[in-house]
């Protein structure tokens, strides 16, 4: 009986164990949005911009929130000299504009837009289009490379392009 006992309780203490460690283990897999992309090589300039811009206690609150995160090759891609300007504290607003139009309220999965076209609305309070009819997924004119990266307030959706306002 007494060792039918100790089975018992070493059963249930396992079991509880293994109940706590996944809990911690499933709360550290997903970190928000600005720690993915803070852990991710490929977002060293956006993770700048968006520190430059006092974003990131933003990007770090419950959400959700869709980003299409540009890479720094997509930063790259813009007219000489622009960035450096835009990470001017003289033109925190400006860069606050930008960053915001690439962050659309609500968590948008690839599945939810899948062969269709639509427009969003962005938290910088224009609209953004989004077109999944092709053969990629364009967000104004830039190109989805890499879908679905889900984080614990949200998901990023990679872009090969930073998208402008028209304002």
């Known amino acids: 009986m007494e060792m039918r006992l100790r089975r018992i309780t070493s059963a249930l203490a396992v079991i509880a164990i293994m109940a706590v460690s996944a809990t911690a283990f499933a709360g550290a897999m997903k970190k928000d949005i600005v720690d993915t992309a803070a852990g991710d090589e490929r977002f060293k300039t956006l ?4 520190t430059a811009a006092d974003l990131a206690g933003t990007l ?19 007219p000489a000299g622009t960035l450096d300007d835009l990470l001017k504290p003289e033109n925190k607003s400006k860069l606050q504009a930008i960053l915001k139009y690439h962050v659309v309220p609500g968590k948008i999965m690839s599945s939810d837009i899948a062969g269709k076209k639509a427009t969003v609305d962005t938290a910088e309070g224009s609209k953004l289009s989004v077109d ?5 997924v364009m967000v104004d004119q830039a190109t989805v490379i890499l879908a679905d990266i889900e984080t614990s307030n949200g998901v990023i959706h990679v872009i090969d392009s930073v998208v402008l306002p028209t304002s």
């Open 60 to 78: 770090k609150s419950e959400g959700p929130f869709t980003v299409f995160a540009p890479t720094n090759d997509a930063f790259a891609k813009l």
């Open 47 to 50: 993770v700048t911009a968006v």
């Open 132 to 136: 999944a009819t092709g053969g990629s």
